[in-house]
């Protein structure tokens, strides 16, 4: 069993930047791939970025592409989100999900494990 926490989120200006950080329970962090997934009102959840435990190899959706960017500390049980350039469409809720293994989905169904997600609200 994995417990997800996010935190780091707020109100930010556009243009501005926002870091997030999920802090999962358990000893066995680094053989989880981590995600960040995002859900604007009346919108589904969409993925917005993962990272793999064992290699820390990246994916990220093609709408923060070069504006977030994603990385993980195993030693703190921490997976981070960096977002600069904000836009107004960034505005969501960012869930932080956990999926036990070496594969890395960018789909809600591949993940097991949700935080109960926090608030970004891009002003413009």
């Known amino acids: 069993q994995v417990q997800l926490v996010e935190s780091g989120g707020g109100l930010v200006q556009a243009g501005g930047s926002l870091r997030l950080s999920c802090v999962a329970s358990?000893?066995?962090?680094?053989?989880?791939?981590m995600g960040w997934f995002r859900q604007a009102p009346g919108k589904e959840r969409e993925f917005v970025a993962a990272?793999?435990?064992?290699?820390?190899?990246?994916r990220l959706a093609d709408s923060v592409s070069g504006r977030f960017s994603i990385s993980r500390d195993n030693a703190k049980n921490t997976v981070y989100l960096q977002m600069n350039i904000l836009k107004s469409e960034d505005t969501a809720v960012y869930y932080c999900?956990?999926?036990?293994?070496?594969?890395?989905?960018?789909?809600?169904?591949?993940?097991?494990?949700w935080g109960p997600g926090t608030q970004i609200t891009v002003s413009s």
């Open positions: 358990g000893r066995t962090f680094s053989g989880y791939a």
């Open positions: 999900s956990a999926r036990a293994g070496v594969i890395v989905p960018t789909t809600t169904s591949g993940y097991g494990y």
């Open positions: 990272i793999s435990g064992y290699t820390g190899n990246t």
